[in-house]
């Protein structure tokens, strides 16, 4: 099957830093690439979605100012968490999808915690 | 508009006996419906998908679900229960055509007893 690698799996930053975590799919094209976050014992909640060449469309409540996406390729889409704070702790995950195709293959996943 | 229900947040039940995690939808649209695990920590498999093609639909490690438009329902069974079944697992639901994100039922945590 098709394999998305996100990276890093996890990451410790200080309070006040960015982080960027990135999302290559490395066998297919992904027309469509999402970035998620789940909090502890929670479902995974949609953050944005990003098509290749366009900017990202962020859902409600979610600062774009404050999590930059970025989707050059159509295999990398990067997410970057700016000026983290402690709340901003939590597990991302981005899943990518080919055009005509309705499954979605996810990247491992990104532990990040702020200090 | 699109949402999923997971019935149960939490089963529990003892190696070697039946599972069912269940899982109810709404959909605009004629539906794709999925069934991910999740193991600690980790990122999401894919267990099975539904895609408008037969309504029992068989997956990975001996799952299985089965589509019931009339009811709603997708929900997820195997016959008998593995230590290594202990996962949480979220059903999903996305529309067949189009770019749209998936969207998360809240998950079911799948407790499994030797």
Sequence with gaps: GAVVSQHPSWVICKSGTSVKIECRSLDFQATTMFWYRQFPKQSLMLMATSNEGSKATYEQGVEKDKFLINHASLTLSTLTVTSAHPEDSSFYICSAKVRGNTEAFFGQG???TVV | AQSVTQLDSHVSVSEGTPVLLRCNYSSSYSPSLFWYVQHPNKGLQLLLKYTSAATLVKGINGFEAEFKKSETSFHL???????????????????????RALTFGSGTRLQVQP
Excluded at chain 2, 77 to 99: I, N, Q, W
């Design chain 1, 110 to 112: 990104t532990r990040l």
């Design chain 2, 77 to 99: 069974t195997k016959p008998s229960a593995h230590m290594s079944d202990a996962a949480e697992y979220f059903c999903v639901v996305t529309p067949l055509m189009g770019r």
